[in-house]
């Protein structure tokens, strides 16, 4: 089992940045972040794999970054130019085994943190 712990999470005005940690027990392989805003689907938002290949959801592209660091098994999610329409509650999750590409749907990710809130104010 892994476990994921995610952090970071916060209230901004638009065009706000925020930075979220994620933060795992155990091995990961493809990690990602999704988000779900209330009454909505979640929905993914970028993703990282074992040899730092990025891929991020068209919306978020050019201003989020994710990262990871390896020897800390933290996953981050650099968030900079915040739209309101970005509220949500943020989730980290990791596959069980090494994936390329690495899945966006989320039924193919395993192991999902409890999230963390960002809300972004007009």
């Known amino acids: 089992q892994v476990e994921l712990v995610e952090s970071g999470g916060g209230s901004v005005q638009s065009g706000g940045s925020l930075r979220l940690s994620c933060v795992a027990s155990?091995?990961?392989?493809?990690m990602a972040w999704f988000r779900q805003a209330p009454g909505k689907e979640r929905e993914f938002v970028s993703s990282?794999?074992?040899?730092?290949?990025?891929y991020y959801e068209d919306s978020v592209r050019g201003r989020f970054t994710i990262s990871k660091d390896n020897a800390k098994n933290t996953l981050f999610l650099q968030m900079n130019s915040l739209k309101p329409e970005e509220t949500a509650i943020y989730y980290c999750?990791?596959?069980?085994?090494?994936?390329?590409?690495?899945?966006?749907?989320?039924?193919?990710?395993?192991?999902w943190g409890q999230g963390t809130q960002v809300t972004v104010s007009s």
């Open positions: 999750a990791t596959t069980r085994g090494p994936t390329y590409p690495c899945p966006q749907m989320e039924h193919n990710y395993e192991y």
């Open positions: 990282i794999n074992t040899e730092d290949v990025k």
């Open positions: 155990g091995a990961t392989y493809c």
